[in-house]
């Protein structure tokens, strides 16, 4: 079972950047799909944002041209650039991954889970 560590949340600014970082325990490349997913108070878990095996991405509407998920191989990582943040992008945000997703914004077609990293945007 792969393990997931989140980390680079924190307090910013509304048009401020943030870089979250999610560190996988196992090889990831052509083996698991992987996405971010936030949940703010109140609010049901939403998917951010997505990438295939072969490194197709998808993206909410809420975040497009604003966020950009990547992920580097060689380090087992996933990341999320965060750009022009608001204060609606508050929220815990999770890692999560699986090696089957037919719908890569859903978050019960993901089976494995980071323990998430909280961000904060003020106005």
């Known amino acids: 079972q792969v393990q997931l560590v989140e980390s680079g949340g924190g307090s910013v600014q509304a048009g401020g950047s943030l870089r979250l970082s999610c560190a996988a325990s196992?090889?990831?490349?052509?083996?698991?799909?992987m996405g971010w997913f936030r949940q703010a108070p109140g609010k049901e878990r939403e998917g951010v944002a997505a990438?295939?095996?072969?490194?197709?991405?998808s993206y909410a509407d809420s975040v497009k041209g604003r966020f950009t998920i990547s992920k580097d191989n060689a380090k087992n990582t996933l990341y999320l650039q965060m750009n022009s943040l608001k204060p609606e992008d508050t929220g815990m945000y999770y890692c999560a991954a699986d090696t089957t997703v037919s719908y890569p914004l859903r978050h019960q077609q993901y089976t494995y889970w980071g323990q998430g990293t909280q961000v904060t945007v003020s106005s």
């Open positions: 196992e090889y990831i490349d052509s083996r698991y799909c």
């Open positions: 990438i295939s095996r072969t490194g197709g991405t």
